[in-house]
């Protein structure tokens, strides 16, 4: 290497800033690259300003603005309006804005509607829900007091046009306390109630068309359990205070004699 | 009409041109003037200045010119109000807080500073480094460091000669690394 290409130091320490700056060309920086390699001490101190660039950089907060800033300054720009001007009479900005604003508004209202609205399904909970409160105040409970199955059966086929499956399960702890006659879905329907413990157990019964059907559904509704199902042409809602576990029994017992007195 | 349609697409020009930097020019603000409110104004009044001017911008750094007028703007309101803001000196609080926190911690340049210290403190540390700088060192090592402008970049916006510039870095980096030293390095 020539000696008019090398660096003495002073031209070195001269250069430090320029060079960890990006400011120098590139013949400059390789012959300073070439003369740090060679100077100890203008190495270390090439690597001590190198080290404090890269501290501040990495940890000198670059503060960004807040959003609100970009809008305060666009709001205080001038913004005139020209397509207000091509129709003076009309000022159809405003009425674009008022119909779809209108449209808008009258799907919210009708969609909330819709959303609020209660299902079928949920009414009919509600219905149930509400039946079974009032047969538990006092003397509400039972038109038919009796445990006896054959009583209770031939009662309901007096006063509906349907005849419920009635079996006292007081063998499986869930005895038959009576019948009554109870209205939902706008019909008049069969209500059994059972007792298991402590608790009471209103089942409703009544005709369902089509034939289908359907799995038990459970639900629970003001603290209550509710299982809905359709089977042999009718429908069946259980409901009551006690564990979903134990009403589900209940269910499968009552299905079993659905389906035998079926067979006969 | 004619004028209406004009002004309306150069309010669309200048919000294309100008509203990208908003952060660099906030960034420059704040640390101009090491406070949040005053800042936020600072940049406002940058940005109706540069809109006034919009027209005579025939340049093509955008950002550049922002922050000459934003800088501007901002030694004109300490011209005008006597701004505290001014001052070039220590704060004292600031420093006997720091000194405590950092006496029994070791700063040391060479080495990796995260070793030394949690990265909260030396960003803390860093931070009052560089508003314990004079206005006039503070000020290009920002332009430099942060904003990460060139030289010929930074002569433009301080009006200041490129061999300037480079003095002031220098003296800057040479301040920042006394304090650092001093204040983290525990003598």
Same mark, same amino acid.
């Given at each position: 290497?020539?000696?008019?290409?090398k660096?003495?130091?002073? !031209?070195?320490?001269?250069?430090?800033?320029?060079?960890?700056?990006?400011?120098?060309?590139?013949?400059?920086?390789?012959?300073y690259?070439?003369?740090?390699?060679?100077?100890?001490?203008?190495?270390?101190?090439?690597?001590?300003? &190198?080290?404090?660039q890269?501290?501040? *950089?990495?940890?000198?907060?670059?503060?960004?603005?807040?959003?609100?800033l &970009?809008?305060r300054?666009?709001?205080?720009?001038? &913004?005139?309006?020209?397509?207000?001007?091509?129709?003076?009479?009309?000022?159809?900005?405003?009425?674009?804005?008022?119909?779809t604003?209108?449209?808008?508004?009258?799907?919210?209202?009708?969609?909330?509607?819709?959303?609020?609205?209660?299902?079928?399904?949920?009414?009919?909970?509600?219905?149930?829900?509400?039946?079974?409160?009032?047969?538990?105040?006092?003397?509400h409970?039972s038109d038919?007091?009796?445990?006896?199955?054959?009583?209770? *059966?031939?009662?309901?086929?007096?006063?509906l046009?349907?005849?419920?499956?009635?079996?006292?399960?007081?063998?499986?702890?869930?005895?038959?306390?009576?019948? &009554?006659?109870?209205? =939902?879905?706008?019909?008049?329907?069969?209500?059994?109630i059972?007792?298991?413990r =402590? @608790?009471? =157990?209103? =089942?409703f019964v009544?005709?369902?068309?089509p @034939?289908?059907?359907?799995?038990?559904?459970?639900?629970?509704?003001?603290?209550?359990?509710?299982i @809905?199902?359709?089977?042999?042409?009718?429908?069946?809602?259980?409901?009551?205070?006690m564990?979903?576990q134990?009403?589900?029994?209940?269910?499968?017992?009552?299905?079993? !004699?659905?389906?035998?007195?079926? *067979?006969? | 009409?004619?004028?209406r349609?004009?002004?309306?697409?150069?309010?669309?020009?200048?919000?294309a041109?100008?509203?990208?930097?908003?952060?660099?020019?906030?960034?420059?603000?704040?640390?101009?003037?090491?406070?949040?409110?005053?800042?936020?104004?600072?940049?406002?009044v940058?940005?109706?200045?540069?809109f006034?001017?919009?027209?005579?911008?025939?340049?093509?750094?955008?950002?550049?010119?922002?922050l000459?007028?934003l800088r501007?703007a901002?030694?004109?309101?300490?011209?005008?109000?006597?701004?505290?803001?001014?001052?070039?000196s220590?704060?004292?609080?600031l420093?006997?807080?720091? #000194?405590?926190?950092?006496?029994?911690?070791s700063?040391?340049?060479?080495?990796?500073?995260?070793?030394?210290?949690?990265?909260?403190?030396? #960003?803390?540390?860093?931070?009052?480094?560089?508003?314990? /700088?004079?206005?006039?060192? #503070?000020?290009?090592?920002?332009?430099?460091?942060?904003?990460?402008?060139?030289?010929?970049?930074?002569?433009?916006?301080?009006?200041?000669? /490129?061999?300037?510039?480079?003095?002031?870095?220098?003296?800057?980096r040479?301040?920042?690394?006394d304090?650092?030293?001093?204040?983290?390095?525990?003598?």
């Open positions: 290497m020539l000696v008019e290409d660096l003495d130091c002073n !031209e070195s320490q001269s250069l430090i800033a320029a060079y960890i700056d990006g400011e120098l060309d590139s013949s400059s920086a390789i012959r690259s070439a003369h740090l390699e060679a100077c100890p001490a203008c190495s270390a101190a090439y690597r001590q300003m &190198r080290d404090l890269a501290t501040v *950089k990495t940890h000198a907060t670059q503060y960004a603005a807040p959003a609100y &970009r809008e300054i666009q709001a205080a720009l001038p &913004r005139p309006a020209p397509r207000a001007r091509k129709f003076p009479k009309l000022p159809w900005t405003w009425i674009n804005f008022g119909v604003g209108a449209c808008s508004l009258a799907f919210a209202v009708m969609f909330s509607v819709y959303v609020q609205a209660p299902s079928l399904q949920d009414r009919l909970e509600d219905e149930v829900v509400a039946s079974h409160a009032r047969s538990m105040m006092v003397n409970l038919v007091i009796s445990t006896d199955q054959h009583t209770v *059966k031939p009662w309901f086929s007096d006063k046009d349907f005849s419920p499956t009635v079996v006292d399960f007081a063998q499986q702890g869930f005895p038959l306390i009576g019948g &009554r006659l109870d209205y =939902l879905d706008q019909r008049p329907v069969a209500a059994m059972y007792r298991h =402590l @608790h009471t =157990l209103n =089942l009544w005709p369902e068309t @034939h289908n059907d359907t799995p038990p559904v459970s639900t629970s509704k003001q603290g209550y359990q509710l @809905h199902w359709t089977q042999s042409g009718m429908c069946y809602w259980l409901i009551s205070d564990n979903g134990d009403l589900m029994e209940f269910k499968h017992l009552l299905s079993g !004699e659905i389906d035998k007195s079926n *067979k006969h | 009409m004619g004028i349609l004009d002004e309306q697409d150069k309010t669309r020009n200048f919000e041109l100008l509203l990208p930097h908003l952060d660099a020019a906030y960034n420059l603000a704040r640390w101009l003037t090491r406070n949040d409110q005053n800042a936020e104004d600072l940049v406002q940058a940005y109706l200045r540069a006034k001017f919009f027209d005579g911008f025939r340049g093509t750094d955008a950002r550049a010119w922002l000459t007028i501007n901002y030694f004109t309101s300490l011209r005008d109000n006597r701004h505290e803001d001014a001052d070039v220590f704060d004292d609080d420093h006997g807080q720091g #000194r405590e926190a950092w006496d029994t911690s700063y040391d340049i060479g080495n990796s500073p995260e070793n030394a210290l949690a990265a909260h403190d030396t #960003r803390r540390l860093v931070n009052q480094a560089l508003e314990s /700088l004079p206005q006039t060192f #503070r000020e290009v090592i920002v332009l430099k460091e942060i904003s990460d402008l060139s030289y010929k970049e930074i002569a433009e916006i301080t009006d200041i000669p /490129l061999g300037t510039v480079m003095s002031r870095l220098a003296r800057g040479k301040m920042l690394t304090y650092l030293t001093k204040n983290a390095g525990g003598g």
